[in-house]
Structures are given as C-alpha cells and as structure tokens.
Nanobody, 125 residues
C-alpha cells in the first residue's frame, strides 16, 4: 500500500512563498507524481507533474512561471515550490501518485491512483 503525506501548507501574504512536501511510503519510489489543488466550490485542478526520473515536467499555465516541482528519489519525497503566491492560489493542495506500472506523466486526476490527505494553502493579507 502506498501512502502519501503532505506538509508545508499555511497562511502566506500575497507575493510570498511556500514549499510543499509529499513523503511517499513504500519500498520503491518509481511513481509518476503530481500536485493538484481544489478551491472551495470548484473542481480539483491539475497543478504540476513530474516523471520518475524528474526529466519530464509539466505545469498548468497559471503556475508555470511561479511554481517548481521536484523530487528526491532517495528520500521518497516530491516537492512543490510556490513563489509569488496570489489569492487565487488559495486551495487545498493534494499530492498524487500513479501506479508504479505507469511511466507516462498525466494531467488529469483520474489517472492517479494514490492521494494524500491534502494541505491547506491560504494566500491573504
């Protein structure tokens, strides 16, 4: 069983930064990983994804110049560095993993098999 635990959320002022972490349990860390977010009353939205090796990365357009996804395979951890945060970034952020059988990066939630519990990010002055 794969378990994902996010951390690093919180309250930040507009223009500020946060780094989210997602620790993944299991003997191996060969999953395609993704970050999604969900604001109140809205559907879950793709944010970023990273391939097994970290060589292939994809972002949603609204965060591409501000967010950076990365991974440390030795630590079984994926990160999301968020800079220049804006109020519209306020949401619960979820870490997700594809089954280890799949190697393609994906941008839709239905393609991910494992999910964390989410961490709240609030951007407000």
């Amino acid at each position: 069983q794969v378990q994902l635990v996010e951390s690093g959320g919180g309250l930040v002022q507009p223009g500020g930064s946060l780094r989210l972490s997602c620790a993944v349990s299991g003997h191996t860390f060969t999953h395609v990983m993704g970050w999604f977010r969900q604001a109140p009353g809205k559907e879950r939205q793709f944010v970023a994804t990273i391939s097994r090796s970290g060589a292939l990365i994809n972002y949603t357009d609204s965060v591409a110049s501000r967010f950076t996804i990365s991974r440390d395979n030795a630590k079984h951890t994926v990160y999301l560095r968020m800079n220049n945060l804006a109020p519209e970034d306020t949401a619960v952020y979820y870490c997700a993993a594809r089954s280890a059988a799949y190697s393609m990066v994906k941008t839709t939630a239905v393609d991910y098999d494992y999910w964390g519990q989410g961490t709240q990010v609030t951007v407000s002055s």
